[in-house]
Structures are given as structure tokens and as C-alpha cells.
């Protein structure tokens, strides 16, 4: 049911810069609605990461950052570390009259 | 810090009904500034949003699952629950429960603290 499309995986030796896109439509991201991004380490529940398409809840590294344009968003992480291997999903709002909180179909980060 | 700990059985049989509880802790689900959430995740699959509750106990669901879902809250325990009727295999998930962020209008809401998430697998 994913309307937010993601790359299936990335990867990057450590030390590294990669991104992840999140691209979506005139419903939801072009719309101009926020982009927020998670992190879900193996085994565990996801963690908001950044939300607000550019803002780092307290505790975040400033080695991730997200940016926004048009119909699509972006994850950087920049200065890969080894524990940044997870699965990452966007997330929006969506005025399609369907779903209301869409998320992207996630992104496996591998560190070479 | 808000903590979220989801409770209920963990194997459900089909056509029956998933019953789960999420208990609120160092938060409450009183406050006028959230929503409640419930959200699940397909063993490998991607994450799926159900539906929301608000204190006042407006809710708002996901069409797909609209006709099968119940979200209810009890404000006296700091808790609020998830009913999903009729299951089949296909409602095997993790279930999590989440609180939504909505700063100042729905449409930028976002889920700042989850619950460690429950497998709840249908079979009979």
C-alpha cells in the first residue's frame, strides 16, 4: 500500500556519505505536506530520526540530515558508522482520501 | 521520558478478534497536544499505519482496515486499545503502538515515541 517509493537498499563503506530518496506525488509530498524519517535497527521498534523534513529530535547525531524538494525527500548520513546499519522509512501525509499517514517502502542501509 | 508498552495475545485465531492494549507511561494520553496511535509491520514487510485516537475519542482510521477496526481509549488507566475483528493470516504483524506529534496541525504529525512492538500471529 506504499505510495512513498524508496530505494530497496544502499551501501557504503565507513566513513562514508550515502542518501536515501523518497519519492512520492502530487498527494503527498508535492502537496507540500512534511517528510519525517525513521531508523529501525534489527529486532527493534522504529525511531523518529528526523521530522519536519530537516529537523533532528534531540539526541539525533548531526551526521543525519533530510532535505525536500518538489515530489521527493532525501536522507543524508554523512561519516557512515557501523551501528548506522538499519532499516530507514519515510513517512508523510496524504490527501488522496485514502491512508492519512503514509510511509515509504523502506531502505536497508548496509556498512561495507 | 514517555514510555509505550503494548499487552495482549500473542496468537489470535481466524475470524476472530485481535484485542491489544497500549498502557502510556511518564505521559498522558489526556493531553490535548497528541494522538494515539497504532501502526503494524508484516514480519519483513514494510510499516502500515491502522488508525488514531484522540483523547476526546475522535478517531481516524485507514480505509483499508475501517471496517474491521476499533481504536478506543480509557483516560482513568492511561491507556488506550485496538480492536481488529474478522482476522486472517494476513493481520500477522508486529503490532506497535505509537504516540503522533501533531504540531499544530494534523498534516505534519509525526510518531516521536513507539512502543517495543507485539507479534500477534493468526492460525489456528
Known amino acids: 500500500q506504499s505510495v512513498l517509493t524508496q530505494p530497496p537498499s544502499v551501501s557504503g563503506a565507513p566513513g562514508q556519505r550515502v542518501t536515501i530518496s523518497c519519492t512520492g506525488s502530487?498527494?503527498?509530498?508535492?502537496?507540500?505536506?512534511?517528510v519525517h524519517w525513521y531508523q529501525q535497527l534489527p529486532g527493534t521498534a522504529p525511531k523518529l530520526l528526523i521530522y519536519g523534513n530537516s529537523n533532528r529530535p534531540s539526541g539525533v547525531p548531526d551526521r543525519f540530515s533530510g532535505s525536500k524538494s518538489g515530489t521527493s525527500a532525501s536522507l543524508a548520513i554523512t561519516g557512515l558508522q557501523a551501528e548506522d546499519e538499519a532499516d530507514y522509512y519515510c513517512?508523510?501525509?496524504?490527501?488522496?482520501?485514502?491512508?492519512?499517514?503514509?510511509f515509504g517502502t523502506g531502505t536497508k542501509v548496509t556498512v561495507l | 521520558q514517555v514510555q509505550l508498552q503494548e499487552s495482549g495475545p500473542g496468537l489470535v485465531k481466524p475470524s476472530e478478534t485481535l484485542s491489544l492494549t497500549c498502557t502510556v507511561s511518564g505521559g498522558s494520553v489526556s493531553s490535548g497536544s497528541y494522538y494515539w496511535s497504532w501502526i503494524r509491520q508484516p514480519p519483513g514487510k514494510g510499516l502500515e499505519w491502522i488508525g488514531y485516537i484522540y483523547y476526546s475519542g475522535s478517531t481516524n482510521y485507514n480505509p483499508s482496515l475501517k471496517s474491521r477496526v476499533t481504536i478506543s481509549v480509557d483516560t482513568s488507566k492511561n491507556q488506550f486499545s485496538l480492536k481488529l475483528s474478522s482476522v486472517t493470516a494476513a493481520d500477522t504483524a508486529v503490532y506497535y503502538c505509537?504516540?503522533?506529534?501533531?504540531?499544530?496541525?494534523?498534516?505534519?504529525?509525526?510518531?516521536?515515541?513507539w512502543g517495543q512492538g507485539t507479534l500477534v500471529t493468526v492460525s489456528s
Open positions: 502530487s498527494s503527498n509530498i508535492g502537496a507540500g505536506y512534511d
Open positions: 513517512q508523510s501525509y496524504d490527501s488522496s482520501l485514502s491512508v492519512l499517514y503514509v
Open positions: 505509537a504516540r503522533e506529534n501533531f504540531p499544530g496541525i494534523a498534516v505534519a504529525a509525526y510518531f516521536d515515541y
